[in-house]
């Protein structure tokens, strides 16, 4: 009986990550079909799909999206430490990286009921999502080195490792780079990341 609720546990805490990644790709989807004019990832960032003045159709759809998904995701990652326990190389950098991942998931609830319509505070929570989930994807993806099934997951890491490095590089830069492909770059392949994460994470407990 306790095993069972245990196996029920970790099924809800895998459909948790999984839904929050399909969640938010078919709300951004639906957002970008009432999109205004062309959606070019070169110049438009993503937040450009919950603002109402590119998107005044669709922006709600965007908003909402990030809402119900970070608060999914809010529900992953306060129980990766459970779940992930038996398969990282130190509980307290899993530690660190539930605390990023927390801040990543609360930063995009916090994206969707901040719009770009309140640039001061979409832009706060906007660089603290992916400030946080850089920090999240580095630790995590460190600590994965034990499990050889999960090993794999974290050289896979690395692209988004990237994409977000570059983003926030280039963002600083401030310079007239294509920086917003970056942006969707990250995203994609977080997403990617998380839904593989979640798929795998009941499997990572005895």
């Known amino acids: 009986m306790i095993q069972e609720t245990q ?12 839904a929050a990644v399909l969640i938010m790709a078919i709300f951004m989807i639906a957002a970008a079909a009432k999109f205004s004019g ?35 995701f809010l529900i992953f990652c306060s129980h990766i430490n459970v779940t992930y326990a038996s398969a990282v190389c130190s509980k307290r950098v899993l530690l660190y990286s539930q605390i990023s991942g927390l801040a990543s998931g609360f930063s995009l609830v916090m994206v969707g009921l901040f719009s770009e319509d309140i640039p001061s505070l979409h832009g706060l929570f906007s660089a603290t999502f992916f400030i946080s989930s850089l920090l ?18 974290a050289f896979y890491g690395v692209i988004p490792i990237l994409m977000d490095s570059l983003l926030v590089i280039f963002y600083m830069l401030n310079r007239n780079l294509p920086t917003p492909i970056f942006e969707w770059l990250t995203g994609i392949s977080y997403a990617f990341w998380i839904l593989l994460l979640a798929y795998h994470s009941p499997n990572s407990n005895p």
Not at 7 to 18: D, P
Not at 137 to 153: A, G, P, Q, S, T
């Open 7 to 18: 196996n029920l546990k970790f099924q809800i805490i895998r459909f948790t990550g999984i």
């Open 38 to 72: 062309q959606l070019n990832p070169l110049e438009n960032w993503i937040s450009d799909l919950g603002s109402s003045f590119y998107n005044p159709h669709g922006a709600f759809l965007f908003n909402l999206g990030s809402v119900i998904a970070g608060s999914l």
């Open 136 to 153: 999240f994807l580095i630790l995590m993806n460190y600590n994965l080195r034990k499990d050889l099934k999960l090993k794999k997951l």
